[in-house]
């Protein structure tokens, strides 16, 4: 110890005693030829600053050994600076000219098992990367947020968050504004955009030609940023058929989308139905109509004994013949049960044997092994049928039904369609191209248009795109701010410059001057003109309404509020603490 406290007490100040062999003049910042005093009190400025710096240097760790801690202005810098390098690792692949990035595994074991991916999906990209930043993870996980919730948008909201973190960067180190000042004003801003965005939004949800046609345009803006885009038009109208067999139902499930490996991208095609990728058992018709199905999930192998560890010691050939007559009679009475049921298809998500397979045969009833795991469940859903396990009570038993159930061939493969299910909705969506590297990035994309639509049949408000909401909403920031007093002003000027950002990163995503175009574009806005957007095929501004440029209203809303609520919860980031690593043993 350095100092030790007495406890005694003169004029109301604690006296402090130095140790003799510290070097007092040096703690307390006096000439070296000074007399080195023994007693100090807080009765200076100066002494009870050098008080500070002493027990400050001397104070005990309360973090594990290994541990690290960063504070203040650091811990700041450094949550800034994670996530604005997420947002520019994904920002070249924003908009209809965006770029593709090639993801390849690592280096190790199993790298040679994982696919190398080619994908501009933000979503996926972010998925992939390893990330150590704690910042940079918040903007991982509001993506993938944003993809579950939305299908679409992914990487708008990365990049947009992290322009908003630029923007904040800058106030807190050039203008010395405190973080919750800003956030204030972020505040402010927020809702100032949400409102503009609402009353720009349009909805015609109840004029079934014009809401398809929203679909159709809401499809094709998704897909103009894709693989598919150049057969946008083809694959517009296969999702938005898919979506609207739902019926509103909210359960994308039903889409199935199988991917088979030849042909072209045009060559994907709608099919009503289910398909089931098996075969159907050996002998047995494969055509079948007015078909009452079982689904069920047990053991169709020989029932053998399931006690562990035990043995059946038998003393001649007769007593193994009447063990294996009593499993067969065992199984015969399951398949008699199952038949009991009034069913001429089983469907069986475990395998089913020869002997069992020959009872099915002679029964008339066709027999359909091993169905996938997922499989089984979405074709139960669309059959209307339960999952049976037992067979005890047939009238607790729910059976599917559907039309038709007949062997085809997709491709190569033979696989099994169901046509006319019980639950109408279920359809089936075949995609071909030319590579599995291809058929991956299309399902990908397809599963962006198909969620995009689902969401906006829920809720059926739409609003154009093209960078148009976003510079509408800047502009109502900017007259809202008007009315704001104090540095909240500042920050809200901040928030609208970065909804600026999108439209100028579309643009020189596209190889366009974008300084020149959205100086066209805020012009446009400026004189009341709230559909003019940015058109890249001749490299200038359009009215979005006349181009059918639109996007999903619950989309676009997300997109805007998460980007803020990340934004937020960096900046009031003052401190980042690491835990040590745990210690391996051994």
Request: hydrophobic content about 40%; proline content about 3%; glycine content about 8%.
């Amino acid at each position: 110890e350095i100092l030790r406290v007495t406890g005694v007490q003169t004029c109301a100040l604690p006296i402090f005693w130095l140790e003799p062999q510290l070097d007092s003049r040096a703690v307390l910042g006096l000439p070296s030829g000074s007399p080195q005093p023994r007693q100090v009190s807080f009765g200076s400025p100066r002494h009870f600053a050098a008080m500070h710096r002493i027990l400050a240097g001397q104070g005990q760790n309360i973090l594990q050994q290994g541990a690290s801690e960063d504070k203040g202005e650091n811990a700041r810098l450094q949550a800034f600076i994670g996530a604005i390098a997420i947002g520019d690792l994904v920002k070249s692949t924003l908009g209809p000219k965006g770029m593709d990035k090639i993801l390849q595994p690592m280096p190790g074991q199993e790298a040679h098992k994982m696919a190398t991916t080619v994908t501009n999906d933000g979503a996926t990209i972010l998925k992939s990367v390893w990330i150590d930043n704690p910042a940079a993870r918040i903007l991982v996980d509001i993506s993938k947020t944003q993809d579950e919730e939305c299908g679409d948008g992914t990487t708008s909201v990365v990049v947009l968050a992290a322009e908003m973190l630029r923007k904040a960067q800058d106030l807190v180190e050039q203008n010395k504004m405190h973080p919750q000042v800003i956030i204030k004003g972020y505040r402010l801003a927020l809702a100032a955009a949400r409102s503009k965005l609402e009353a720009l939004a349009q909805d015609r949800g109840g004029d079934k030609a014009g809401f398809r046609e929203d679909l159709m345009k809401i499809a094709r803006t998704t897909l103009s940023s894709k693989l598919l885009k150049h057969e946008k038009e083809h694959f517009a109208t296969v999702a938005v058929d898919a979506v609207l067999r739902l019926q509103g139902k909210p359960n994308l499930d039903y889409i199935q989308v199988i991917k088979k490996p030849g042909g072209s991208l045009k060559d994907s095609f709608l099919e009503e139905g289910f398909i089931l990728e098996k075969k159907i058992g050996v002998g047995m018709p494969k055509i079948l109509e007015n078909c009452n199905v079982l689904v069920a999930n047990c053991q169709m192998d020989t029932d053998k004994i399931k006690i562990y560890g035990a043995r059946v010691k038998v003393d001649s050939f007769d007593a193994v013949a009447e063990i294996e007559k009593a499993e067969k009679d065992k199984m015969k009475t399951k398949v008699e049960k199952i038949c009991g049921h009034g069913c001429n298809v089983f469907i069986n998500r475990q395998l089913i044997y020869n002997y069992p397979e020959q009872l099915f045969k002679d029964a008339g009833v066709m027999a359909i092994e091993h169905s996938d795991f997922e499989g089984t469940e979405r074709m139960a859903a669309v059959l209307g049928a339960d999952i049976a396990s037992t067979f005890d009570n047939p009238e607790e038993t729910k059976l599917g039904f559907c039309k038709k159930i007949e062997e085809i061939i997709i491709g190569e493969d033979k696989v099994i369609k169901f046509s006319g299910c019980k639950e109408g909705e279920a359809c089936t969506i075949v995609l071909r191209g030319a590579s599995n590297h291809i058929l991956d990035e299309a399902e990908r994309s397809l599963h962006d248009a198909l969620a995009v639509l689902f969401q906006t049949v829920t809720d059926t408000r739409v609003c154009h795109g093209g960078g148009c909401m976003e510079m509408a909403m800047a502009g109502h920031i900017f007259e809202e701010m008007k009315k704001v007093e104090g540095k909240e002003q500042v920050a809200m000027e901040a928030f609208g410059k970065a909804l600026m950002q999108i439209p100028c990163i579309l643009s020189d995503n596209a190889g366009f001057d974008s300084q020149e175009l959205v100086g066209k574009l805020r012009a446009a806005h400026s004189r009341g003109e709230n559909t003019m957007g940015l058109e890249f095929n001749q490299g200038g501004i359009a009215d979005m309404a006349k181009l059918g440029i639109m996007e999903s209203f619950r989309s676009k809303m997300s997109q805007l509020c998460s980007a803020a609520e990340a934004a937020e919860m960096i900046i009031r980031v003052d401190d980042i603490i690491k835990n040590a690593p745990r210690e391996r043993e051994g």
